[in-house]
Structure formats: C-alpha cells, structure tokens
C-alpha cells in the first residue's frame, strides 16, 4: 500500500491555544461566542469527504466554525449548490457551461487532489495486479467477462487467476469519479468513448449500482469477482486490493502521492472557469511515473454570499494549511501554481 506523507499541525494548535487564553477575557470572550455560531453547509462529492472529514475538527480549533457537509454525490452536490440549499457544493467533475448558467453566479475552485482507483475482490490473488486501459474498458463494456480472460493474464503472466465471473460495480448516483473514470476510459478506448462517453452519469452497459463511493466499495467487498473504482482513500479503508494501471509511458503505476503529483504536472493553469484536466498523460519523462487516473476536485461557491467572510476564510485555510490533511488519504497537496489561481479566484467572493 502507498505510505502516507507527514502533517502540519503547528497551525491549528497555535490557534486553540488562542481561543482558550481569548475566553478568559471578558471581550475576546464574547468574540470567540459569536465565532462559534458560524455555521457553514455543503454537499455533494463522495470522492472528496474522507477530507473534508479531517477538516470539520481542525476547522472548528481554528476558528471557531462547524462545517456540515453532505457527500451525496458531484450531481447531487451542484444541484444544491444551484438551489442555494447549502452554502458551498463540491464535485469532482468541472461545471458544463449549461451548469455554470443554471448556477447564476457561481465560481468553482480546485481544492484537493488525488486519484481514483480501481479495486477488486479476489481471495487468493495478489495486491497490485497490472491492467491496462484498453482491457480495462473491455471488461467495463462487458467484452471480457472472466478473470482468467488471456488478455488479463497477458498482463500479469506467472499469477495464477481464477476462472471466476467479473462483476462489474459502478455509480447509481450523479458522480465526479465517475466523469474521472470514464475520462479516462475514453481517452484509452474509442469504442467506449463512441459507445459511453464521458459523463458524471452514463448508460452503464453492465454492472451492478452503488450509492456514492462508499456503496460502490460496500458491494465490491461483498462480492466476490467484483471490480469497481472510487477514490483510493475507499480502497484503503475498506482494506480493497487495486490495480496497478499503465501509463502512456508504459510503466505499471499505483495511486500514490507521487504519482499523482507527476500526473498533476500535465496542467496547474486553471482555464477561465477554474477547470484543470490531468488524465492519462502523454509519453515524457516528467510524467513517466503519472498515475492516469488523477483528478482534481472543486468546490462551488456563489460569487455573492451572505457568507462571503466565512467561506474566504475557510477555503483559504482548505487550500493551504487543510492540505496537510490529505496524504494520509493519499491526498496530494495542491500545486503553488494552483494555490495562486486559488487565492485570487477567493477574493472575488462578496457579500
């Protein structure tokens, strides 16, 4: 399993050290009061809440705020967002043009990224088989259905594979790791990019359906045979083996920190919507080592808030130091470069 990188924690410490000498006086007593009070809703990616998780304590130790987030999914995420029943959504798929004018007013921010996996339930077979993505789209095409399949043992000669039916798992919901995965699909296999397509949902031509990325990792786990794909922070908590995937440049590589981080190096200049596309990287030295399935992830945010203050203020904590949270959920630290974009696409929120 890929090692997880070290935390920075000087800040939140610092910060409840100043909270608890504030209530001892009588004033900044009262401050810290209304400081509690803030609340701030979200709702959407599966892919992004195991972080999110990490950051509702740090966030609430360093200023006082309770952050409420809902992981129902990229769809569900921007159709709250929309309807202005949360104060911020997070999806892993960039805003369509149509969903950006829905949104009427609406910036999306890269905040995380990591990588999607892609698991498997098989007793008695290594961690880290190799796939690669033509064979990969096959079987979610439903063209290779049996483990033993000579193209998969082609790909890993000397281990001993089942003649066990795949079932294949995939999303029920709207989901950003599904636009990922089927990114990435598409890119590797014009048979699934003429007959599938690219989308947060899709017309799954086999398989059976998971709620959310937690759902998808449930079944797979009950079932033997299964593959599926979610976030690898999904995979690592339900203890799942993965693929090691093959990249353009022809090496067999996990979703680990570095990995992603040569992937992430394809494109650290948001377009004009805030959008970055890193999947399945060219042949180059620099990305020799890229996993080709990493993603950025975005939170959605109205451009005019009565929660502007708030939401500033924790996004910018998000980018900076709520990124020391991720690489033990193999959550790779965003790039300088997109931290700057970052910062100024904030300011921009107003009240």
């Known amino acids: 399993m890929p090692k997880s990188g070290t935390f920075i924690r000087s800040l939140a410490a610092v910060a409840l050290v100043a909270v608890v000498a504030a209530a001892v006086v009588g004033a900044a007593g009262a401050s810290t009061a209304k400081r509690n009070s803030v609340t701030i809703t979200g709702a959407g990616s599966t892919f992004v809440a195991p972080l999110i998780a990490q950051w509702v304590p740090a966030?609430?130790?360093?200023?006082?705020?309770?952050?409420?987030?809902?992981?129902?999914?990229?769809?569900?995420?921007?159709?709250?967002?929309?309807?202005?029943?949360?104060?911020?959504?997070?999806?892993?798929?960039?805003?369509?043009?149509?969903?950006?004018?829905?949104?009427?007013?609406?910036?999306?921010?890269?905040?995380?990224?990591?990588?999607t996996?892609?698991?498997?339930?098989?007793?008695?077979?290594?961690?880290?088989?190799?796939?690669?993505?033509?064979?990969?789209?096959?079987?979610?095409?439903?063209?290779?259905?049996?483990?033993?399949?000579?193209?998969?043992?082609?790909?890993?000669?000397?281990?001993?594979?089942?003649?066990?039916?795949?079932?294949?798992?995939?999303r029920s919901d709207g989901s950003g790791t599904t636009y990922n995965f089927t990114d990435y699909l598409s890119?590797?296999?014009?048979?699934?990019?003429?007959?599938?397509?690219?989308?947060?949902?899709?017309?799954?031509?086999?398989?059976?359906?998971?709620?959310?990325?937690?759902?998808?990792a449930a079944l797979v786990?009950?079932?033997?045979?299964?593959i599926g794909y979610a976030d690898v922070a999904y995979a690592l908590q339900n203890h799942l083996k993965y693929f090691a995937i093959k990249n353009r440049s022809g090496k067999f590589t996990v979703p680990a920190l570095r990995n992603i981080l040569a992937a992430a190096t394809l494109d650290t200049k948001p377009a004009a919507d805030g959008s970055l596309s890193i999947v399945n990287p060219p042949k180059a030295k620099k990305y020799a080592q890229a996993y080709p399935i990493s993603t950025y992830t975005?939170?959605?945010?109205?451009?005019?808030?009565?929660?502007?203050?708030?939401?500033?203020?924790?996004?910018?904590?998000?980018?900076?130091?709520?990124?020391?949270?991720?690489?033990?959920?193999?959550?790779?630290?965003?790039?300088?470069?997109?931290?700057?974009?970052?910062?100024?696409?904030?300011?921009?929120?107003?009240?």
């Open 59 to 115: 966030l609430a130790k360093a200023y006082g705020y309770e952050l409420h987030y809902s992981p129902i999914g990229s769809g569900g995420g921007i159709a709250s967002i929309t309807a202005r029943t949360v104060d911020f959504g997070a999806s892993d798929a960039p805003l369509s043009p149509d969903q950006f004018a829905a949104c009427k007013g609406c910036i999306q921010i890269p905040w995380a990224l990591s990588a």
């Open 298 to 351: 975005y939170v959605i945010v109205p451009l005019q808030t009565p929660k502007a203050r708030e939401l500033k203020i924790f996004i910018s904590w998000a980018v900076t130091h709520g990124q020391s949270y991720g690489p033990k959920l193999i959550f790779q630290p965003l790039p300088l470069a997109v931290v700057r974009y970052d910062e100024k696409a904030i300011a921009k929120i107003h009240s």
């Open 117 to 170: 996996s892609v698991f498997y339930n098989l007793d008695g077979v290594k961690n880290l088989l190799h796939m690669d993505g033509p064979t990969l789209a096959k079987i979610f095409l439903g063209q290779i259905t049996s483990w033993n399949d000579p193209a998969i043992a082609k790909l890993n000669p000397g281990v001993s594979l089942p003649n066990l039916r795949i079932t294949v798992v995939h």
């Open 187 to 216: 890119s590797v296999s014009p048979a699934w990019k003429k007959r599938v397509g690219v989308g947060t949902s899709v017309n799954w031509p086999v398989g059976s359906a998971g709620r959310g990325s937690s759902g998808v």
């Open 221 to 226: 786990s009950e079932t033997p045979g299964a």
